[in-house]
């Protein structure tokens, strides 16, 4: 778990996220006091809910990349899902308790990863045995695995022939070679089941029971050693690796620190004066309740309790409000936190600050063709001003405008790169006016195109 400080967060996000300090306050503030609760006695932690959150901002605004970048900084296990994907009790859509389920998946494969690393050093050493077992099988040993032998001027001992293959292989000098290795078959019969709609805990337990019912078949395969070598370190690995520890582990994780990222939670919003399909949405968030309540889920791996997961809602709440929510719902979202629209300052910044910025980006992509790309800054600023300008006069895409303006401007200069000689390439307001002149003369055309 991550113990950053609520302005180191708030710092880390703001080399990625432009502007909404509010919401970046807010979350950070969420982030640590799951450390907080970490510190305090069992007895009043397990009393400690977490606060969960609602972000409401247009689309484009950085409602999903403060999620995304949060979830790296906190270092624990992190879902996002839109609420779309469900319907009332799984009926054609997924089924509310899947998220936790996924949430499980995560969390699994975090600990798994971090216990490979644990026992990674005796199992390249294992695997390296092996290997070597199969360079130099024994007198009881067959032909597989066999690979030419290195020839000597004179009879060596084996333990002098097997030292001198060890130094060999971890040199690289036998990479190319090739060997025959047993590896589990990707045939068979499929143990994965696909359940019905509001079944999923019976497609978890028949897929338990065919898992062991039809085990893994292995095959004989040839590949190259240095192929080898890796999925023999790989199943050395798993043998060393304690999965019931890795289990509790993950679970731990995730009841005590998961986050959950709603988004689009105000499609799933009732509005009072329609009916029809809003008594499935009613029915969404009635499954949804208990879930983000705290209740109990079952997985594949047990039972995971959800009291202490931290669900983060986003939408863009334009024609529904956090209001239109069931009232216990809104209940178990008690902080909210609004986030601007972009403004074209918001744009300069957002295609120069971040790490990431779209200048970066497209910088790198053309130096691969030997191209060195630069804008000037009245270049970025006329980009900016466009965003701006097509956000108002069409549909409010928030920051999203910047890809298909900087796509537009530079896709003549993307085709024909390869068969240009290398070079400087400045891209200045005059050559952006004029890559946009047929959306300015065309303002239909701007509603499609951009």
Not at 104 to 125: L, Q
Not at 394 to 406: D, P, S
Not at 427 to 447: A, G, P, T
Request: proline share 5%; net charge negative; charged share 35%.
């Amino acid at each position: 778990m991550s113990t950053l400080t609520p302005r180191e967060i708030v710092s880390e996000l703001d080399k990625f996220v432009i502007g909404q300090a509010a919401a970046k306050r807010m979350v950070a503030i969420a982030i640590r006091n799951r450390w907080r609760r970490q510190q305090i006695e069992p007895e009043l932690r397990d009393e400690i809910a977490p606060k969960n959150i609602i972000m409401m901002g247009p689309t484009g605004v950085g409602k999903t990349e403060i999620a995304r970048r949060l979830a790296r900084l906190a270092g624990c296990p992190f879902f996002k899902v839109e609420a779309t994907k469900f319907t009332e009790v799984g009926y054609v859509g997924r089924d509310v308790e899947s998220m936790v389920r996924d949430l499980m998946e995560i969390g699994i494969s975090m600990v798994k990863a971090e216990e490979n690393e644990k026992v990674r050093v005796k199992a390249e050493k294992q695997a390296e045995e092996r290997l070597l077992d199969l360079l130099l099988p024994g007198p009881d040993s067959g032909p597989r695995g066999r690979v030419p032998a290195v020839p000597a001027e004179q009879p060596e001992p084996k333990d002098s022939t097997r030292e001198k293959f060890r130094h060999m292989l971890r040199q690289g000098q036998l990479d190319e070679r090739s060997v025959e290795l047993e590896v589990a078959s990707q045939s068979g019969p499929q143990v994965e089941i696909m359940a019905l709609p509001g079944m999923e805990d019976m497609g978890i337990q028949m897929q338990d029971v065919l898992g062991r019912m039809f085990p893994p078949r292995k095959k004989a395969r040839r590949m190259k050693i240095k192929e080898a070598l890796g999925a023999l370190i790989q199943e050395e690995s798993e043998k060393l690796i304690d999965m019931d520890r890795v289990t509790e582990l993950a679970r731990e994780r995730v009841e005590q620190s998961g986050i959950i990222f709603l988004d689009e939670l105000d499609k799933i919003a009732s509005r009072q004066e329609h009916s029809g399909a809003d008594v499935s949405r009613e029915g969404v968030q009635r499954d949804l309740l208990p879930v983000v309540e705290g209740c109990v889920v079952n997985t594949k791996y047990g039972m995971v309790k959800t009291d202490h997961i931290l669900f983060i809602a986003a939408g863009a709440f334009h024609f529904a409000k956090p209001s239109d929510l069931v009232p216990e719902l809104q209940g178990r979202f008690p902080l909210r936190v609004e986030l601007d629209a972009l403004d074209k300052g918001d744009f300069y910044r957002i295609l120069t600050e971040p790490r990431n910025a779209l200048a970066v980006q497209y910088k790198a992509l053309l130096k691969t063709e030997g191209l060195d790309l630069d804008f000037s800054r009245e270049a970025l600023e006329e980009v900016a001003s466009w965003a701006q300008k097509i956000n108002e006069d069409t549909e409010n895409i928030g920051a999203r405008r910047l890809y298909t303006i900087m796509e537009r401007i530079l896709a003549e200069l993307s085709f024909e790169a390869p068969d240009r000689p290398s070079g400087k390439v400045l891209v200045d307001r005059e050559y952006v006016r004029r890559q946009l002149r047929d959306v300015e003369q065309d303002r239909d055309l701007s509603r499609y195109i951009l």
